[in-house]
């Protein structure tokens, strides 16, 4: 079975869209850093200590946890000043992350933007929202932007990812424009396009 080693290298991307990013706060400094760039961060300091209870493997495209309490207890406290192991995973699956389930590399959490050897790659990750609240959203967004783009006022230029990265409950002209769309789509379309607007 293939394996996350054989997987070929990425490079980092030119343009970058910083869009839909969870944003931690860095500890006394004014720039935040995101989720995946305070992980890399821990890694790379628990790997470097040989302690082995989270680290990279070998090939630095995937890393385990091999010891859950301590790691919780120790490692999660200090990095991220929380000690539930279940909200960590959880906001690993919301950037993304896989849970390997096979092979030699079982129970490795990988993402193909998130390598060790790459580390600005994780720069183009962003945070998802699951649920099926979320889902109906998105479906509903989807088809509400191709009737505001193909209507007769002037097309919008999205950036590539905007879509993609773009969560439906951080737009608060959405709920609104939502509740009044019953009684006629305009209100809807209009703050679906200064939206995306702010996007471009």
């Not at 990425?10 to 706060?25: C, H, I, M, R, Y």
Request: proline share 8%.
């Amino acid at each position: 079975s293939r394996t996350i080693a054989s997987i070929p290298d990425l490079t980092p991307s030119n343009s970058q869209d910083d869009a839909g990013k969870e944003v931690v706060p860095a500890d006394g400094d004014d720039v935040p850093i995101t989720f995946p760039q305070r992980l890399i961060g821990m890694l790379e300091a628990e790997t470097e200590s040989g302690e082995e209870i989270i680290t990279w493997l070998p090939h630095g495209k995937a890393f385990i946890i091999y010891q859950k309490k301590r790691f919780a207890s120790e490692v999660l406290v200090h990095h991220f000043k929380q000690s539930k192991f279940t909200s960590f995973t959880r906001k690993l699956n919301r950037w993304g992350f896989t849970r390997m389930t096979t092979g030699p590399e079982t129970g490795a959490y990988y993402h193909r933007l998130f390598q060790r050897k790459n580390p600005k790659l994780c720069l183009q990750m962003y945070c998802q929202n699951y649920g099926p609240s979320q889902a109906t959203l998105n479906q509903k967004l989807s088809k509400s932007i191709e009737k505001a783009t193909s209507s007769a006022m002037p097309p919008i230029k999205l950036p590539p990812t905007a879509l993609m990265s773009m969560s439906i409950l951080e737009i608060p002209e959405y709920a609104d424009a939502l509740a009044k769309s019953k009684a006629s789509t305009r209100p809807l379309m209009l703050a679906i396009r200064r939206t995306l607007q702010r996007l471009s």
